[in-house]
């Protein structure tokens, strides 16, 4: 991209942004200095229209070491170990240019969790697509899923989990939401404050090159028509160095006395450098002409902006360079002195020793923000009458093949799950499981939101989803005790999506006061649009549940035959919001809102109940409701399921509750004595049999069964 | 004993062959090494790691098998030491010209990860005096080139040799099941000694009792009890 303009509202700076550039500044900016600021102040890297309703969100917690603001939220998960957990977007690179886009997304949120000190340990990955039928589709799906198995493969870090929805709100704007998360001990906790007179800057990692320039202001505008054209803003990853620099950070980091150290993301070198000094509130100088270069004729706003992946930038003691450079020349790294903390609170960039910014720091600690205008919040739609009996036999098979419920297994096959051994639980249901190290604690984590309950009521669908991904790592037994989120919505200019941001953010609020799980950060991205189409409402909630025995999570040892099938919870008490109801035609009620004191009730039964050794499975009642819940036993564990049911109405079977589970064990009195204790209804259903096939007997309704193989074929998907 | 894993770079699975050595052979110094810097002077077992050592670049394990660290391996082999190529160590082998064959992607054109069923086919090497013939084990796969090319001579020579080590099958041990498409369904094979050998699956993903993953360990601890009886040197 040439930056040629002066005029500094051409590069999207509003007439008020420049005046207070200008009044920070003392005086007129150059050209090189309007085109970093108009960088550092998008929204992506600025969250003008978000940070002040972002201080909403509950982020304080007797387990955060790290909340919002660093690279990634740290949680204490006791022995001396932590986790480090975010999920970010990389929405419009991965509409452009799919396989790039999603490969660099994954390298990117990787960084933010090493940027902790923390060893990256796995991803998980939220993905939204247009219906299958759409054109676009396949093409896109079959690129991001190429793009995550390319990087996440190559880097040594396993996939074990996310969520997939198709609707048709992402046809021309599919969501790419890429979540690390790493391990480290308490000790190694790092930030990205520079500090300390004469500390020096080491850029470690990949050459620059032109790839990627502007990538932060291009994901602060809506997709235009002809978004290929886009493509050189895509930035293309190396998985191979990015492997390398892990190492190579990691090692320095264990040897040598970092100060600080900050990913190179968005706004690159310019973003880095600024953030660390604005955080620490130092001056420093930064030295362009040290910064190792791909290609020759780099102009300085291209070398300070260009978002060449694989780099990292640290601060060290002057004492510790030589080491440094000398670990990562070992192991195959470049690692450049580019500049320095200094006295006073000057930012200089140097080229040579040719001055050509000077600018205090103070003009790049706080970006301005911006005033979003709502619209009112709109009248919920009166309910519609609900069917009263349905044929639950064929409903059920037509949910198991619609595309949001059939099985994800062809994507995530396709993602090596078990590098590192950490993968404890691999993925295919509710949450993953992973062990921090042999013998050490470790996390059950999930992604959740559902766009049809978002598009529905964008407050209580992103409540719901902060619900639905608790009690996803709740049926491993693991006890929620920090979230991450990404929320994704169209432009924050026009009311109607404004209005959705507040509801997104004011729903996951009540949710996590009401559940007690601190926010520990996350990622807005906005201007989600594509030709005057905004993409449903989708608060994309990351979860981490803390599990102390990971071995020992509930469905490690799994089912036999002749255990009790059991509903812990509360059933649906209506359709509103389900799967059935699009499936049936009866939209466009907005869900129930969650009951979080039965909820509640729920997540601490299962945490109780992993502590007791007494369940072998545990399924949360979700998408599709109780029977494809049951379904979904049947297919994941090859073993049979013989259900007598309380009722045979639809809400019953297809409602989609806030606090139900199945649960697996082999002695349901001792479920239901702890179930009792703590106020949560209990209702033994059936047996689990060595007949592969789910049976099921409802009062009115004559017994069916199906067998695991009509139950696998109908769930076949066959998305890729 | 000792044994050592090579990391090269972009190896991604070395942490894990080591650890599941130390889990597999109690009392053994277990050691990784930069690829760069091998001295496999007194080793007895030498591991090369599934990964993408150089990225795969060019083709999986051919960069590799041009690193120094080659003539150290091979120099282990010719005074009887013990050499474990999983996944892409096994590629690395191949390219390296110490197995023979040869890699294509898989027959269904994309990266696998799934447990898979193998039958020990030979047991013709102390790394599998821990397996009988005909016994069948559970182990991950992971990869994307793991269509492993023999023609029909090489196949028949190394089949009369005994030299066919491992085999994926169905679950039952008998039927015929081959995830990526490997000539005669080949998981893994024997140097021409049996003190090499080459596999797909990944024992050290399998060296994992408490959770109910531990056929690896009858791999990677069979060279203990070998060793045990007698040494390399």
């Not at chain 1, 270069?293 to 640290?314: G, I, N, T, W, Y």
Request: proline share 7%; glycine share 12%; charged share 20%.
């Amino acid at each position: 991209m040439a930056i040629s303009a002066f005029d500094p509202q051409a590069l999207g700076l509003t007439p008020s942004e420049c005046d207070l550039a200008r009044a920070l500044a003392g005086r007129e900016l150059s050209e090189l200095e309007w085109a970093i600021l108009s960088v550092l102040w998008s929204e992506h890297c600025a969250y003008k229209h978000s940070r002040a309703l972002l201080g909403r969100l509950p982020s304080e917690g007797e387990r955060v070491l790290a909340g919002p603001g660093g690279g990634a939220g740290v949680l204490d998960i006791g022995e001396g170990w932590a986790v480090a957990a975010k999920i970010e977007s990389h929405n419009h690179p991965s509409a452009v240019e799919p396989l790039q886009g999603a490969a660099t997304g994954i390298g990117g949120i990787m960084r933010d969790v090493l940027s902790m000190g923390a060893r990256p340990a796995a991803f998980l990955d939220s993905l939204r697509f247009g219906m299958p039928s759409a054109p676009r589709t396949d093409y896109l799906l079959r690129g991001v899923v190429a793009g995550i198995a390319h990087y996440g493969n190559c880097v040594g870090v396993p996939t074990v989990g996310g969520d997939l929805y198709f609707h048709p709100s992402y046809e021309r704007n599919p969501l790419v939401n890429a979540m690390c998360v790493g391990f480290l001990r308490h000790g190694d906790l790092r930030d990205s404050a520079a500090r300390g007179v004469g500390n020096r800057f080491l850029l470690l990692g990949a050459r620059t090159g032109r790839d990627g320039i502007g990538g932060a202001a291009f994901a602060s505008v809506t997709l235009r028509e002809d978004a290929a054209e886009d493509r050189p803003r895509v930035q293309v990853g190396d998985p191979f160095l990015g492997k390398l620099m892990i190492e190579a950070t990691l090692e320095i980091m264990d040897s040598l006395p970092v100060v600080a150290i900050q990913d190179l993301g968005a706004a690159g070198l310019a973003g880095a450098f600024l953030e660390m000094c604005a955080k620490g509130g130092v001056g420093a100088e930064l030295w362009l002409g040290r910064v190792p270069l791909r290609e020759r004729d780099l102009a300085p706003a291209e070398v300070l902006l260009s978002e060449s992946q694989e780099r990292m930038l640290l601060l060290l003691e002057p004492d510790a360079v030589q080491a440094a450079q000398a670990i990562a020349r070992r192991l195959g790294v470049e690692a450049a002195e580019v500049g320095e903390v200094q006295d006073g609170e000057d930012i200089v960039v140097l080229q040579g020793d040719e001055v050509l910014s000077r600018l205090p720091v103070e003009l790049f600690a706080k970006a301005p923000t911006a005033e979003i205008a709502p619209a009112p919040p709109p009248l919920a739609p009166p309910a519609p009458a609900e069917p009263r009996s349905c044929d639950g036999r064929s409903s059920l098979l037509a949910l198991l093949a619609s595309p949001n419920l059939c099985s994800r297994q062809s994507v995530y096959g396709r993602y090596d799950q078990d590098v590192g051994l950490r993968t404890v639980v691999r993925p295919g249901m509710d949450a993953a499981v992973l062990r921090a190290a042999p013998g050490a604690p470790g996390v059950a984590v999930a992604t959740d939101q559902n766009p049809l309950k978002c598009s529905l009521s964008p407050r209580i669908g992103a409540a719901l989803a902060v619900c639905e991904a608790a009690r996803n790592v709740a049926a491993r037994g693991a006890e929620p005790i920090g979230l991450t989120n990404c929320l994704n919505l169209g432009s924050p200019e026009r009311p109607l999506a404004a209005r959705q941001l507040v509801d997104v953010v004011d729903g996951i609020a009540e949710a996590a006061r009401e559940l007690r799980i601190p926010v520990t950060g996350g990622n807005v991205s906005l201007y989600n649009e594509s030709g005057g189409q905004s993409i449903a409402p989708t608060p994309v909630i990351g979860m981490i549940g803390h599990l102390p025995d990971p071995e020992r999570a509930i469905g490690v040892a799994g089912p036999r035959a002749g255990m009790r099938v059991l509903l812990l919870g509360r059933p649906a008490e209506s359709l509103a919001g389900s799967s059935y109801a699009e499936l049936a035609g009866v939209l466009p009620a907005p869900p129930d809102p969650p009951e979080y004191e039965a909820l509640r009730g729920l997540l601490t039964l299962l945490v109780r109940l992993r502590e007791e050794g007494a369940l072998a499975l545990a399924h949360d009642v979700a998408g599709g409701g109780l029977l494809v819940a049951l379904a979904e036993i049947v297919t994941h564990t090859r073993l049979g399921l013989a259900v007598h049911l309380e009722e045979a109405t639809p809400r019953y079977l297809f409602g989609e509750p806030s606090a139900l589970c199945v649960a697996i064990a082999p002695d349901a009195q001792v479920v239901a004595a702890h179930a009792k204790a703590l106020g949560v209804r209990v209702k033994e259903i059936g047996e689990v049999t060595e007949v592969a096939e789910l049976s099921v007997d409802m009062p009115t309704e004559p017994h069916w069964a199906l067998s695991l193989a009509r139950l696998a074929e109908a769930s076949r998907g066959d998305l890729l | 004993m000792t044994a050592d894993v090579v990391v090269f770079p972009g190896s991604n699975c070395d942490f894990d062959a080591a650890a599941a050595l130390s889990t597999a052979l109690p009392g053994a110094t277990v050691r990784r090494q930069w690829h760069a810097d091998l001295d496999l002077s007194g080793t007895d077992l030498c591991v090369l790691p599934g990964g993408f050592a150089y990225g795969d670049y060019l083709r999986a394990g051919a960069l590799a098998a041009r690193s120094p660290a080659i003539a150290a391996v091979k120099a282990l082999i010719a005074r009887g030491g013990l050499v474990l190529g999983i996944c892409n160590g096994f590629q690395v082998l191949v390219e390296a010209g110490i197995l023979p064959g040869a890699f294509q992607t898989n027959s269904v054109q994309h990266f696998l990860c799934r447990d898979v069923q193998v039958r020990v086919c030979s047991t013709a090497s102390p790394l599998l005096a821990g397996v009988r013939e005909g016994d069948v084990l559970r182990l991950p796969i992971a990869h994307q080139e793991g269509n492993y090319r023999l023609t029909p001579p090489e196949y028949e020579h190394l089949l009369g040799e005994g030299r066919i080590a491992l085999r994926y099958c169905g679950e039952d041990g008998q039927s015929e099941e081959n995830p990526n498409g490997s000539y005669g369904a080949v998981a893994g094979v024997l140097g021409a000694r049996g003190r090499v050998l080459g596999m797909m699956p990944h024992p050290e993903r399998a060296a994992w009792p408490k959770i109910g993953r531990a056929d690896g360990l009858r791999i990677l601890g069979g060279a203990a009890a070998s060793l045990a009886q007698g040494g390399v040197r």
